[in-house]
Nanobody, 116 residues
Framework: QVQLVESGGGLVQAGGSLRLSCAAS????????MGWYRQAPGKQRELVAT???????NYADSVKGRFTISRDIAKNTVSLQMSSLKPEDTAVYYC??????????WGQGTQVTVSS
């Protein structure tokens, strides 16, 4: 089992910045990739950004150039630096960990609200 604990959400004005962090703990095989997904009211959960154990990153087109994902493998943590936030970035953000055995785990989610 893997426990993912997120922190850093909140309310920010458009154009502002927030940093989300996620720490993984528990007894598990090696984590292959970690990332962030988000779900806005009435919408499906969507990928925001992922980073593999090797450091390869993938971003949704809507956040490229504004968000940066980083990872500390030794500490099993992943962070998402969000800048130039827009009202459409408002959503619950979920941390994700994908293990090398193919099993995925999710955090409980953290609310990000961007006011216009």
């Amino acid at each position: 089992q893997v426990q993912l604990v997120e922190s850093g959400g909140g309310l920010v004005q458009a154009g502002g910045s927030l940093r989300l962090s996620c720490a993984a703990s528990g007894s598990f095989f090696s984590i292959n990739a970690m990332g962030w997904y988000r779900q806005a009211p009435g919408k499906q959960r969507e990928l925001v950004a992922t980073i593999t154990r090797g450091g390869s990153t993938n971003y949704a087109d809507s956040v490229k150039g504004r968000f940066t994902i980083s990872r500390d493998i030794a500490k099993n943590t992943v962070s998402l630096q969000m800048s130039s936030l827009k009202p459409e970035d408002t959503a619950v953000y979920y941390c994700n960990a994908a293990l090398v055995n193919g099993v995925w785990f999710w955090g409980q989610g953290t609310q990000v609200t961007v006011s216009s």
